[in-house]
């Protein structure tokens, strides 16, 4: 604040004194600085005026910065005439200054810049530029005359030759028409050739696939009757073993209250029986008796639903369309895939999620499906154990769940989906757009057919439903199955597909 105060300090008398203020001498000193500001102002409109027409200028930043040293200058006059009446010599003193320092900046902006100002091109280098440019043309245009002649004859000479060259072509193209003929007789055979060994090729892959079909279908459907009947034979012994389980159980407990109140009433029996109770160790036997029969009974009872699963998988008993449970036909599924799912040797245990919804019973060929479910629960397997098996390889510390999600949801109050997802190492675009190719497998020889999805595409077709998947590497694997409640026709269309047990293994 003080050195504003001194910029504009009444302390200093006016410029015009030392003028004596005379008019005259005043007037000239207005006059010359007005004249000298105007000009200063109008140089750099006239600068940024042929800068913005002449695009073409070099260094057009250097005509600005020359515009803003020449305003500068311009003020520096205005400030003159000011200080005839006003002694603001702090602010004149400030405004020349910021006068010199673009001026220094300008001059030193010069100095970097006169190398290549100097290599500008002068007038004279240009005329002479010029004149070497116009002989150049002189000789380019005799050279241009020449080849005008020498262009004329060869003109002459390519008719001549053209008249013979026609000619001949004339009896070139009587030959090519004739060739043409006969090829085109050729390529029509060669269609038909092609088209009639499509055919042969078609229908042999057709009988092919039909063939190996039928052999599976018969293979399958007499494994499916052997599995039933071994269940039905299997059945009444277990039940017969079941049902006097509970006997057994009442009399061994009736046979150890009678042994508790005998060692009560003789608490001190002869030798011999104190040695025999002490030789078979009858404490540990009493207690571990009661554990032996409820191992027994557990045993039974996951022998039943074995056989249960058995019996309701295989369903070879059901030629027509029925009403089921969903639900009971994945659980079947899963539980004769057990013995996949639990813990390995050299892998942990597979976890299955079931997210059921609340779906009404649903109107289908349960064996069909439970087909369906086991060739894609299989599928997710081998996908899992492929995982840990490159896990292993790749010597991986870090240990990953292995996931099968089973979902179930009824979607329109008139159709059922069924998705089945597991967390393995997915599949390309390409895989996918084969999948449901007949005999298309990924898996070593020996270890699929390559025929599970295609006949689980065409049972899922035959249900009037889709069979959709989602995959990507690294992200696994999730099958869609969606179904109506009840079909449109009492009968599905088998397509050569029985009701049979049917995995891709």
Known sequence: MHMVSEMFSSYFIPHGHCYLWKPGLVGLHILSDSLISLAYFLI???LIYIVKKRKDIPFDWLFMLFGSFIVCCGITHIMEIWTLWHPDYWLSGLLKAITAIVSLCTASVVVDLIPKILAIPSPDQLAAANLALQVEIAERKQVQEALSQLTLELENRVQERTADLEEANQLLRRENRDRKLAEESLRRSEAQLQKQTEQLQNALQQLQST??????????????????????EINNPINFIYAN????????RELLDLIQLYQVCYPHPALAIQQKIKNIELDFVLEDLQKILGSIQLGAERIKEIVKSLRNFSRLDEAEMKTVNIHEGIDSSLMILQHRLKEQRNRPQIQTIKEYGDLPPVECYAGQLNQVFMNILSNAIDALEQVNRDRQQCCCSQERKLLIRIRTLLVNGDR????????????????????YDPF???????????????????????????????SSLGKGTEFMIE???????????????????????
């Not at 063939?211 to 039905?232: F, W």
């Open 44 to 46: 750099p409109i006239e």
């Open 211 to 232: 063939q190996t079909q039928l052999v599976q279908t018969e293979k399958m459907s007499s494994l499916g009757q052997m599995v039933a009947g071994v269940a039905h």
């Open 245 to 252: 389980i509970p006997l057994a159980t009442d009399y061994i």
């Open 416 to 435: 059922v989906q069924i998705h089945i997802a597991d967390n393995g190492a997915g599949m390309t675009p390409d895989v996918m757009a084969k999948i």
């Open 440 to 470: 298309y497998t990924t898996k070593p020889i020996g270890y699929g057919t390559g025929l599970g999805l295609a006949i689980s595409y065409q049972i899922i077709k035959n249900h009037e439903g889709s069979l959709t998947c989602v």
């Open 483 to 505: 179904i109506p409640l009840k079909s449109k026709t009492s009968r599905l269309t088998h397509a050569g597909y029985e009701p049979c047990l049917f995995v891709d293994v």
